[in-house]
Nanobody, 127 residues
């Protein structure tokens, strides 16, 4: 069983920055592909960024490309999402997700490929 705990959300103004963090329990963190998803009110869950087990491969959605960066620290069982130049449309609950142990060396794009989810952290960007 993997437990994920997000932190770092909050209320900011447009163009501000935030850094979200997610820490995972267990000893197999380096074998998990990780992702950050978000869900805005009335909308579906959207993949924001994903990262491979080693951290060498990353993906960012077009809506955040150039503004958000995903990274991980396997020694600390942590994955981060650096969010710069925030916009009001980035307002959402952000979820950290883990694939579970995998031999696949790339990142995962679909929600159904992630077996573990955090409780979410609210990010609100005012204009």
């Amino acid at each position: 069983q993997v437990q994920l705990v997000e932190s770092g959300g909050g209320l900011v103004q447009a163009e501000d920055s935030l850094r979200l963090s997610c820490t995972a329990s267990g000893r197999s963190f380096s074998s998990y592909a990780m992702g950050w998803f978000r869900q805005a009110p009335g909308k579906g869950r959207e993949l924001v960024a994903a990262i491979s087990r080693s951290g060498t491969s990353t993906y960012s959605a077009d809506s955040v490309k150039g503004r958000f960066t995903i990274s991980r620290d396997n020694a600390k069982n942590a994955v981060h999402l650096q969010m710069n130049s925030l916009k009001p449309e980035d307002t959402a609950v952000y979820y950290c997700a883990a694939s579970g142990p995998t031999s696949y060396t790339g990142y995962r794009l679909r929600p159904e490929e992630y077996g573990y989810w955090g409780q979410g952290t609210q990010v609100t960007v005012s204009s």
